[in-house]
Structure formats: C-alpha cells, structure tokens
C-alpha cells in the first residue's frame, strides 16, 4: 500500500474521532450565530478532546472486524454488548432496547426483528456514526465493503435508510481512498448505491442547501446530509468540520460522519495539528487504556492490511 492510501486510511478513522470529539460540547445546543463558529476543542460534559458513544461503538465494530473477517454477527453482538455494560451514558434509545435484549441472551437475529416489529420508523443515526471500520477493511472489495456496512447497521437499525446510509458512506470513504476528488466520490456513491427514492432526493440536493436549512436532529437522513452539505461545499478538513459541529443539533453525530468522510478525503497529515493532539478517551470503557491519535493510526493501518 502507497503511502498517500496509507494516509487517508488513517485520516478516515481519526477524522471520525476528532468530528466527534469537537461535536460532544454542542451537542443538543441550538446552531453557532454564523461570526462565531467554535474553532477549538472544548470541554463539555467530557474534558476537551474527549471522542463519545460513536466512536466507542466504532472502536465495537472495528475490533469485531479484526477478529472475524467477513463479520459475524453474533461476534459483533458481544463486542456490543460489553460496551453497553459499562452503562454509556450517552447510548441511544434504539440501540438501548436491543443490545438489553442480546444482553438478556436473545439472538441478534431475534432483537433486528422485534426493531423492525415494534419500532419500524426508527431511522437514528446510530449505525451510520459508527460505520466507518467497515470501510477501512474492505476499502478494496467493494462487494464485501456493502455486505458488512449492512450488516453492522442491521444490528441495531435495520431500518432501510440506515442501512442504506451506512453502505452510501462507506461507499465513498473507498471512493475517497483511493484518490476521487469529493464531488466524484459523490456521483459514483450516487450511482452504486441503491437508496430509498425519499432519501435520494435528499442526498442530491444536500449540497445545495443553506446552513440554516440543516436541521441536523438524530435522524438518519439528516445526518446524512449534513455530513455530505459539510464535504462538499468546502474545501479543508477544518472547514468541513467547522461548518458541521456548529450546525447544533446531534453536532457530535453528524462531526464523526462528516469526520470520516473528510478524513478520508485529505487524509491524517491534513487534520489540525492542535486537534490531532487533544484526541482521547477510555477504550475498552473500564479498562483505564486512553487512546490517543496514534492508537487511531495504529488500528486502522490493522483493519486496511489485515
Ligand atoms: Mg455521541
């Protein structure tokens, strides 16, 4: 592997953190007045840097992906459930209610159809903010790179625009990778990927919108297109992050997506120093190990080569 692939392998998987990171003290606040975006890392319920539940969960999938390739569901569920013992104070309501019934030894399988049953208009972000290890491992099998960015959605929200979204970002995290220019990893996405017709629509014309006709709330589709609104109408990774995590909102969501994307895009070298610098947290929770950039570049140099 070149070294710029390398490069933006690793990018992907910080950015992911660092959007997430820069997010966590904005999150559920209303949008940043447009002269005074925040710019630095600050503290919020965490201290400054600290990345939360997305990329836990990602760190989840990721060590999953290191242990069986392709995926195995049932691998992926424990991975999941040993998080969720820690008792995340920021776990989400849909991912809540089914990782307590794999807890309680029900089989993933089992829990995806009581989602589907009893929440069947439950379209969270919650697998898309935490999608991106499967692109990192299949950056070069695209067949295998829409089989596991499925699967790890169907986990916990199998819904079809979340699943859908997961495979369009991913889609373009590989894309990005191997060298397409943002706007052309977005065509191609566009055209590979098969999306909800309600969804598409939105995914087309989210570069087109103004800031203030982002609502960014916890909604898949939202999500989405703020991530995509952010990547493709600058031209930096910090502009591309600035312009999300002050969108208010589910700002900590929508900064890990828009994070992998952008990372992916520029690569690690192109993400602020001062940020690459703060990045930390507790993984596995419990386990007092605090992860810190290179962990980041380590793991995903693993999950690219493996
Ligand atoms: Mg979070």
């Known amino acids: 592997m070149d070294k710029i692939t390398l490069d933006r392998l ?3 998987a910080v950015g992911a953190a660092i959007g997430d990171a820069l ?8 949008p940043s007045p447009p002269d005074k975006l925040v710019r ?3 503290p919020g319920r965490l201290p400054a840097g600290s990345f939360t539940d997305d990329t836990e969960m990602a760190l989840a999938l990721a060590e999953s992906l290191l242990a069986h390739r392709p995926l195995d569901g049932a691998d992926l569920a424990q991975y999941f459930v040993s998080w969720y013992r820690h008792n995340p104070p920021d776990v989400g309501i849909q991912t809540a209610q089914v990782l307590n019934r794999i807890a309680q030894g029900e089989s993933w399988q089992t829990a995806e159809a009581w989602a589907l049953a009893n929440r069947p208009d439950s379209a969270g972000n919650g697998s898309l903010m935490r999608c991106w290890p499967a692109a990192l491992a299949w950056w070069n099998d695209r067949p295998q790179l829409v089989n596991d960015s499925r699967l790890q959605s169907r986990l916990t929200h199998p819904h079809p625009e979340c699943v859908a979204g997961c495979i369009f970002v991913n889609w373009m995290i590989a894309e990005l990778v191997k060298g397409a220019a943002p706007s052309l990893a977005f065509e191609g996405a566009l055209q590979s990927v098969s999306l909800p017709d309600e969804m598409r629509q939105a995914v087309i014309a989210a570069p087109t919108h103004r800031r203030e006709e982002l609502p960014n709330t916890g909604w898949v589709r939202h999500t989405l297109e ?3 609104w952010g990547l493709l109408t600058t031209s930096s990774f910090e502009e591309a992050l600035v312009q999300v995590v002050n969108l208010g909102g589910d700002t900590d969501t929508a900064g890990a997506v828009t ?3 952008a990372g992916a895009a520029y690569g690690l070298e192109a993400i602020p120093l001062t940020w ?3 990045l930390r947290g507790e993984w596995p929770l ?3 190990k605090i992860w810190h950039v290179e962990d980041f570049a380590c793991l995903s140099r693993q999950l690219a080569m493996k």
């Open 10 to 12: 690793c990018g992907c």
């Open 23 to 30: 997010g966590m003290p904005l999150e559920f606040g209303p």
């Open 40 to 42: 630095v890392m600050r």
């Open 226 to 228: 703020s991530a995509l």
């Open 259 to 261: 994070g992998a994307l």
């Open 276 to 278: 690459r610098q703060q």
């Open 286 to 288: 419990g386990s007092q």
